[in-house]
């Protein structure tokens, strides 16, 4: 019964990558949520023009780790 923590970086291909670590991002907490987990955001860092640079979260709940790994 063991959490997870999951960390998403956009690296490299600027404002795409960047969107897409956000689309990312968005489709981990709403699985979380659907399976009745608990979300924390713990670090956040927006991209220059849209998406995100970097994100870290982490997500609480029964066998959260077995399900992300």
Known sequence: ACGAFVTIQAGEGGSDSADWAEM?????????????????????????DAGIRHATIAIRGDHAYGWLK
Do not use: C, K, T
């Open 24 to 48: 990312l991002l968005r489709m981990y907490i709403r699985w979380a949520e659907e399976h009745g987990h608990e979300i924390e955001v713990l670090e956040r860092s927006d991209g220059e």
